[in-house]
């Protein structure tokens, strides 16, 4: 099962040309938003993935022990799911 996840990725100034044309290489580079011209290093992308730790792969390894990662889920209002415990 899929779940999305919010990746949340800040580097510093220096990375930016690297870490972009890695992820372009791996195939994610379409996924991101960036800080970068507001002077926020940082990519933020929401990816479908099986698991944290999957998200986690996309990631380039340099900057995973930084990166925040967030399960997202939605809420209906009819059926008023933030109630419910998990
Ligand atoms: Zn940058």
New binding site residues.
């Given amino acids: 099962m899929m779940n999305r996840y919010m990746i949340e990725s800040p580097?510093?100034?220096e990375?930016?040309t690297q870490?972009?044309n890695d992820l372009n290489a791996a195939g994610y580079l379409h996924f991101f938003d960036?800080?970068?011209k507001d002077n926020n290093?940082?990519?933020w992308a929401i990816i479908e993935a099986e698991s944290r730790e999957h998200a986690r792969q996309i990631i380039p390894w340099y900057l995973r022990d930084q990166a925040r990662i967030v399960q997202l889920v939605k809420f209906s209002a009819e059926e008023d799911e933030h109630s419910k415990k998990s």
């Fill in positions: 580097h510093v100034p990375k930016c870490v972009v960036w800080g970068c290093h940082t990519g």
